[in-house]
């Protein structure tokens, strides 16, 4: 070893501890706008976006998915989940899955389905993704439509098709990151497409200034105290939340859980997502609160990428309220201080 790799490894301690807060064994409890808590995520986060946005509507008014399909496209198979739900062959059938949504909500395995009424779905997907075909992501806006189609009480209901953009497999940035139409490690392409941005304005609205230079305060947060009845979660460590100043400060803020993709938890790519995605920046002008859960590799269950399970590796209830990491998330938003998460813990 090299006196100034020797040095890097000293020092890589200190300068992490002098971005970012250490582990704390609790969320701040922030004074949260209930009307404002929405959720997004990237490829498998997409699924997972979608899986907490159907389980929690009386929580979540909003999702943007990027790069992932519809709600309970895998049935528990993950041959499915790597055919139909990815390469969408054969493609999902988007009536028959929303028609098991309406069971599942009428036994409350789902949140109330009237909650969604004006709520808003942003679904982006690039035009160069070579993971998940277009078929798929157009599926999961086809998925609420028809939702909608069926219930009259959900004609406000905003569902926006993002599709034709220039991008691979990745989260776009406007600056930094890798080539645009690839899909490597961190997934954040480098498009002059600010996607972070695109979801605060589909899912807020017209950001009231312009974004500059995050000044709020990155947070790390130990996820295994917020563990369902102890219950593992297939999670790592520690989470992330990205607070910004004016939240800290008692202003009323909303809440955005953004889902990482494959690949993209903080073991793999370290801070890369958590800082340079592009949210935090937003999260500031928007007064939104930001919460970055992280998962963990494994092989039992089998979960090497350390993907959100969409197909079942948690257990069988994976995409409905009783699912472990939907437990665990509730409980997440409500040491946040999400009051209608609080009141939804105790649900089945």
């Not at 806006?141 to 028809?146: D, L, N, R, S, T």
């Not at 069926?150 to 569902?159: F, G, I, P, Q």
């Given at each position: 070893?090299t006196?100034r790799?020797?040095?890097?490894?000293?020092?890589?301690?200190l300068?992490?501890?002098?971005?970012v807060?250490a582990?704390?064994?609790t969320?701040?409890?922030?004074?949260?706008?209930p009307?404002?808590?929405?959720v997004?995520g990237?490829?498998?986060g997409?699924?997972m976006?979608t899986q907490?946005?159907?389980a929690?509507p009386d929580?979540f008014?909003?999702?943007a998915?990027v790069a992932?399909?519809?709600?309970?496209?895998?049935?528990?198979?993950?041959?499915t989940?790597?055919g139909t739900c990815?390469?969408?062959?054969p493609?999902?059938d988007?009536?028959?899955l929303?028609?098991r949504a309406?069971?599942d909500?009428?036994?409350?395995?789902?949140?109330?389905?009237?909650?969604l009424a004006d709520d808003?779905?942003?679904?982006?997907?690039?035009?160069?993704d070579d993971?998940?075909?277009a078929s798929?992501?157009k599926a999961a806006?086809?998925?609420?439509?028809?939702l909608?189609a069926?219930?009259?009480?959900?004609?406000?209901?905003?569902?926006i098709w993002d599709?034709d953009?220039?991008f691979g497999?990745?989260?776009?940035?406007a600056v930094s990151?890798?080539?645009?139409?690839a899909s490597?490690?961190?997934y954040?392409g480098r498009?002059g497409?600010d996607?972070a941005g695109?979801?605060?304005?589909?899912?807020?609205g017209?950001?009231?200034?312009s974004a500059?230079s995050?000044?709020g305060e990155?947070?790390?947060?130990?996820?295994h105290?917020?563990r369902?009845?102890?219950?593992?979660a297939?999670?790592a460590d520690t989470?992330?939340?990205y607070?910004?100043?004016?939240c800290?400060s008692?202003?009323?803020?909303?809440?955005?859980?953004?889902f990482?993709?494959?690949?993209q938890?903080a073991?793999?790519?370290?801070e890369?997502?958590?800082r340079e995605?592009g949210?935090?920046?937003?999260?500031d002008?928007?007064?939104?609160?930001?919460?970055?859960?992280?998962t963990r590799?494994s092989?039992?269950?089998?979960?090497?990428?350390?993907?959100w399970?969409?197909?079942?590796?948690s257990?069988a209830?994976y995409?409905?309220?009783a699912?472990?990491?939907q437990?665990?998330l509730i409980?997440?938003?409500a040491a946040?201080g999400v009051?209608?998460?609080?009141?939804?813990?105790q649900q089945?």
């Open positions: 070893m006196i790799a020797g040095l890097a490894l000293m020092l890589a301690p300068l992490l501890a002098s971005c807060r582990p704390d064994n969320l701040p409890k922030l004074n949260v706008d009307a404002r808590v929405k997004a990237l490829s498998s997409a699924y976006a907490s946005h159907m929690w929580v008014s909003g999702a998915l992932g399909g519809p709600w309970g496209c895998a049935k528990g198979e993950l041959a989940a790597l990815m390469k969408g062959v493609a999902p988007v009536k028959a929303a028609s309406r069971a909500a009428s036994v409350g395995k789902l949140g109330p389905l009237r909650d808003r779905i942003y679904v982006l997907h690039g035009k160069d993971r998940v075909a798929v992501s806006a086809q998925f609420y439509e028809a909608r069926e219930d009259s009480a959900l004609a406000s209901m905003t569902v599709g953009r220039n497999h990745n989260l776009p940035v990151g890798e080539d645009c139409r490597v490690e961190p954040l498009c497409f996607a695109e979801i605060f304005d589909k899912l807020y017209p950001a009231p200034a500059k995050p000044s990155l947070l790390r947060f130990d996820q105290r917020l369902p009845d102890g219950r593992d297939f999670l989470g992330y939340a607070v910004p100043k004016a800290r008692g202003a009323e803020c909303g809440v955005l859980v953004v990482h993709g494959c690949k938890n073991e793999s790519v370290g890369t997502f958590v995605a949210f935090n920046r937003w999260a002008v928007y007064h939104v609160a930001v919460l970055y859960p992280q590799a092989y039992a269950p089998l979960n090497p990428q350390a993907c399970d969409w197909w079942g590796y257990g209830d995409d409905t309220r699912g472990v990491q437990q665990w409980r997440a938003l946040l009051a209608r998460a609080q009141a939804d813990i089945p």
